[in-house]
C-alpha cells in the first residue's frame, strides 16, 4: 500500500517544498530501490535470529519513519524517511512467505501464499483512491500519518499473534554468511529456474506498469478517471489468479499451476500485438486481455515463490528475500526500459513487445522447472 498511496500527493510536495518533480519522484523510485536491496538482508537477519524480532523490528521502523515525515523540513528529507519506511516495510513482504514456509510444506505452502498475496492485487487498487482523498482533504501529510497508524495497527497484531516460526536458526550472520547462502541457492538449479520463472513473470507487470500511464493518457486519450477504472480489470485478475492458487495447488501441484500461468501469460499479450498491430487498439482492446494476465501471473507466482524457498528450507529467509530481491529488481529495470522505449513515440508496441520477451522467457524456465523439479 505505501507503494502507490504517496503517487496522488507528488503535485502536493512539489509545491509544498518547491521541489522540481524529477526529485518528488525519488520518493517511489528508491522507495522500490530500498526494497529491493534491504530484503537480502531481511531474510537472513530472519535465519539467524528468527522471523519475530525481526519482523517487530521492521514494523518498528515503518511507523516510526512515517510519523516523523508528517514533520519534515524538506524534500531531502521526506525521501530519506521514505527509504527508511521501504527497509521496515519490506520485512513484512519477505517473513510473510518465510513464516509460511515454516509453517506448511512446499505444496501447502503455494496455497497459503496464494491466498496471502491477494492482498497484493487489493492494496494497489485502493491505495491511490485513500491517496487521493486524503491529499485532497487534508494535504500531503495526512498520508503519512494513515501510514503511521496503519503500521502501528499491523505492529499490534503481529506482537499479539505472530509467535517465533523459524525453530533452526543459523549460526552465523554476517556478509561472509550471507553471500555462502546466496551461493548456495544459486548453485541450486531449482531455485535459479523457480526464481527466473518467477522474476520474468512480474516483469510482464512491472513492465506494463511502466508504460501503461503514457499509452493510457497519450496514444488513448484516456482520463486519469477512466485510466484507473479500467485498470483495475489487472489487478482484478491478479486477485482470481492468486484465488485459484489457493484452492488448487495442494490438488495439482505447483508445476502445473507454474506452467498453466506461463502459457496464459503470453497468450493474451499476443492478442495485444494483433489487436494494436490492425490498428484496432482501444481501452477494452488493452485491458480485457490484460485481465487474463494478471490471472497468470496469480496462477504462477505463489508456485514460482514457494517452490523458490522451499529448494532449501534450512535457508527459507535468505531464498525469500533473493527472490523478492530479484523481482524487485528485475522488475524495475524492465519498467524503465517499458518507458524509456515508448518515449517521444505514438506506438504502444514496444511496450507489447518487451512484455512478450519476458513471457517467452518465463515460460522457458517454467518448461525447464517441470523437466529437473522432484
Request: glycine share 12%; with cysteine.
Amino acid at each position: 500500500m505505501a507503494i502507490t498511496i504517496i503517487v496522488p500527493s507528488m503535485p502536493g510536495l512539489q509545491a509544498a517544498f518547491d521541489a522540481d518533480y524529477a526529485t518528488v519522484q525519488l520518493t517511489l523510485s528508491l522507495y522500490l530501490a530500498a526494497i529491493a536491496v534491504a530484503q537480502p538482508f531481511v531474510g537472513l537477519l530472519s535465519d539467524r535470529f528468527g522471523r519475530r524480532p525481526v519482523l517487530l523490528a521492521g514494523i518498528s521502523l515503518f511507523v516510526i519513519a512515517s510519523l516523523l515525515a508528517v514533520a519534515a523540513p524538506n524534500i531531502e528529507s521526506i525521501i530519506m524517511l521514505r527509504v527508511l519506511q521501504g527497509v521496515g516495510g519490506c520485512t513484512g513482504m519477505i517473513l510473510g512467505r518465510a513464516i509460511i514456509r515454516d509453517l506448511y510444506d512446499r505444496r501447502q505452502a503455494a496455497s497459503m501464499i496464494g491466498y496471502v498475496t491477494m492482498a497484493f492485487a487489493v492494496a494497489p487498487m485502493a491505495a491511490p483512491s485513500i491517496g487521493g482523498f486524503l491529499q485532497e482533504t487534508y494535504g500531503w501529510a495526512a498520508i503519512y500519518w494513515f501510514l503511521g497508524l496503519f503500521g502501528l495497527v499491523c505492529l499490534i497484531f503481529a506482537w499479539l499473534d505472530v509467535s517465533e516460526t523459524n525453530m533452526k536458526p543459523t549460526e552465523s550472520f554476517g556478509l561472509g554468511s550471507m553471500m555462502r547462502d546466496f551461493r548456495a541457492l544459486l548453485g541450486e538449479p531449482e531455485f535459479r529456474l523457480y526464481a527466473a520463472s518467477g522474476t520474468l513473470a512480474s516483469a510482464v507487470f512491472f513492465a506494463f506498469i511502466g508504460g501503461v500511464p503514457f499509452v493510457s493518457e497519450v496514444i488513448l486519450k484516456l482520463s486519469p478517471t477512466t485510466y484507473g477504472l479500467w485498470f483495475a480489470l489487472t489487478a482484478l485478475g491478479y486477485s482470481l489468479g492468486n484465488f485459484i492458487s489457493g484452492r488448487f495447488a495442494q490438488r495439482v501441484g505447483i508445476f502445473r499451476l507454474i506452467f498453466a500461468g506461463a502459457w496464459l501469460m503470453l497468450l493474451p499479450i499476443l492478442l495485444l500485438i494483433a489487436l494494436f498491430g490492425a490498428g484496432l487498439g482501444s481501452a477494452p482492446a488493452m485491458f480485457i486481455p490484460m485481465f487474463f494476465v494478471g490471472m497468470a501471473n496469480g496462477l504462477c507466482l505463489p508456485g514460482a515463490i514457494a517452490g523458490a524457498i522451499s529448494v532449501r528450507p534450512d535457508i527459507a529467509g535468505a531464498a525469500s528475500g533473493l527472490m523478492g530481491s530479484l523481482q524487485t529488481g528485475v522488475g524495475a529495470l524492465f519498467s524503465a526500459v517499458a518507458g524509456a522505449l515508448l518515449a517521444g513515440g505514438m506506438s504502444a508496441m514496444p511496450l507489447f513487445y518487451i512484455m512478450a520477451f519476458a513471457a517467452v522467457a518465463s515460460l522457458i524456465c517454467a518448461t525447464l522447472v517441470r523437466r529437473i523439479a522432484n
